[in-house]
DNA sequence: GTCTATATCCCGATAGAC
DNA sequence: GTCTATCGGGATATAGAC
């Protein structure tokens, strides 16, 4: 790390990825550009083009680094526990921890919504977490119909305690990203204890009947 | 209503909260440009200055309209049931269907984050369907940190349940709104079941480090 | 591998004509 | 209420020097 100030020592791709995070953090996928993350790197505007083709090969890369740290997060809160139950309610304290104390790398893993065709890096980096999370799921069901089902609203449940965390809804203090990691692994412990009830096979609970919703103003033309 | 494709009429406001939503559901709000939804419509990109002070105003009033639309979804959907559990399931499904047939606006709903203390419009027009869930809520519960541990679960669950859905992880085909609806209402009423575990006050579920609220009494052992 | 310079384009916002 | 015209700024991307 010798002579400062400018990048002539070949680690700028990564310093890329991680001011990309850090601008997608800031104000959103849209908004980030090439030109203010060399900028605040101290770059020339032309200097990414050396390493990136284009604005999303760096959005891709930055994506996949996201999803490894979440995975090097994820895993190990697995591996403490033997029980699925356990291991489920682990993952989804660290799930939500995760979203709260590494803010802007999971506002990477979901905001930055590119086409998963095209960067099959994306859906690789993603896949160590999905099969820990379903093989735990599928241990504690019976066929993959009623483990999908479990999956789901797990998965839901978590994602959306780790989204009202970043909202502000469980608090700015200091504790609310603990807060919020306990409630979510309660609901998932809820979730398994009630999961007859989320089963496809049973009968339907009330309240299904379709409502149809209002049109969409007409734009005067 | 149209005339020749020029706005001589006046109703370029309704036309420009319209095309906003649009655009913020095709690209994000961070992409969305007062330019772009003037060129969409046909006017002059100076033209939206007659009916709103800036980018952000604009951006308001289709967040204030995008609520209403949700509202008026919703709350008929409430009204069909008596039980506290199915008006919630009946929520629950509204929601979500919502969701998937009103994309653009809800995309709108979490996606054009604005400084809600700038624009306490927005917080008015959200009001009626948060009275509406926790008063639900209240019913089934003693007190209101239960009811504030249900309300989150349930919130929680039914958000994700939306997001699962809208990133097509129930797929492409035309029953995917229901089936993600299903899930979800059955989530919320696998969480209701079980809502004693959700309790603050219960013993904590395994998965480390239990929350270490100054309330907290110690779990039984 | 990074620089300077440049071409091309889009955006927000304002001024003034009709 | 909408138009044309314009200013100032910022973005992507390329070309060529070092």
Redesign the pocket.
Known sequence: MGRRG????????A?LIDTAIELIAERGVG?????????RI???????????????ELLAAATVRAFELFSAALLPAVRQFGDPTDRLAAMTRAYVRFAGTQRPLFEVLYGAKLDKTRYPQIAAAEQPVTGAFLSCVRALTDGDTQADDLATAIEAATHGHAMLLLDGDFGQADDAVELAAERAARATQALIQSRHLLARSTAAPAGKAPYPGPALHQPGR
Chains 1, 2 share one sequence.
Do not use: Q, W
Request: overall charge neutral; hydrophobic content about 40%; proline content about 3%.
């Open positions: 400018r990048y002539h020592h070949g680690d700028l791709r310093a908004s980030f550009s090439l030109a203010e993350a060399s900028r101290g770059v020339a505007v032309s200097a990414p083009y050396a390493h990136f083709a284009d604005r999303d």
